[in-house]
T-cell receptor, first 112, second 110 residues
Framework: KAGVTQTPRYLIKTRGQQVTLSCSPI?????VSWYQQTPGQGLQFLFE???????NKGNFPGRFSGRQFSNSRSEMNVSTLELGDSALYLC???????????FGQGTRLTVV | EDQVTQSPEALRLQEGESSSLNCSYT??????LFWYRQDPGKGPEFLFT???AGEEKEKERLKATLTKKESFLHITAPKPEDSATYLC???????????FGKGTRLSVIA
């Protein structure tokens, strides 16, 4: 059974640019959550999508957005990148948002 | 607000030296407590779910326990390959996200 796939694995962007990250969940999983991980703050919740609807949202500015497609694949977008957006972005999938969540390998974003 | 505090932040053990990691939590109504292992540069790997006080789960050298206020991850006779960051997370009832602690970075020295 394939796991959670995130692409790309690494990205280097310049301040002010925008970026789109992709996540393919485990087959049959309908909930996809996104997290930002930095050394100082740990794992911080960005948002959760379930059946193409945003169900939960963390405390991040509106520059961070996401969407989910009918096949449960999800994308997140960060506009007007700032140096502080450099982080490991993790996607997690679960059957319905309740219980065990399984993570992808993450996308390492570096903003220069 | 749901909160998770893990201690210690870092732990260095000799191979074979057993120890425990602590996860203290406050949550409005606990649906589940989760333990993950994370290797550098990789995503967290699911280890255990605990649902109610008194519950225990085991996997190889790891055993997780749960009380009404905290969880422990006991590591028996650790090996160097157990070196990783161990993360604890809680989920409240309802459609709520996981709330993570900052993790314990474990180093096991041969």
């Amino acid at each position: 059974k394939a796991g959670v796939t995130q692409t790309p694995r690494y990205l280097i962007k310049t301040r002010g640019q925008q970026v789109t990250l992709s996540c393919s969940p485990i087959s049959g999983h309908r909930s996809v959550s996104w997290y930002q991980q930095t050394p100082g703050q740990g794992l911080q919740f960005l948002f959760e999508y379930f059946s193409e609807t945003q169900r939960n949202k963390g405390n991040f500015p509106g520059r961070f957005s996401g969407r989910q497609f009918s096949n449960s694949r999800s994308e997140m977008n960060v506009s007007t990148l700032e140096l502080g957006d450099s982080a490991l972005y993790l996607c997690a999938s679960s059957l319905d948002g309740q219980g065990e969540a399984f993570f992808g390998q993450g996308t390492r974003l570096t903003v220069v | 607000e749901d909160q998770v505090t893990q201690s210690p932040e870092a732990l260095r053990l000799q191979e074979g030296e057993s120890s425990s990691l602590n996860c203290s939590y406050t949550v409005s109504g606990l649906r589940g407590l989760f333990w993950y292992r994370q290797d550098p540069g990789k995503g967290p790997e699911f280890l255990f779910t605990l649902y109610s006080a008194g519950e225990e789960k085991e996997k190889e050298r790891l055993k997780a326990t749960l009380t009404k206020k905290e969880s422990f991850l006991h590591i028996t006779a650790p090996k160097p390959e157990d070196s990783a960051t161990y993360l604890c997370a809680v989920q409240a009832w309802g459609n709520t996200p996981l709330v993570f602690g900052k993790g314990t970075r474990l180093s096991v020295i041969a």
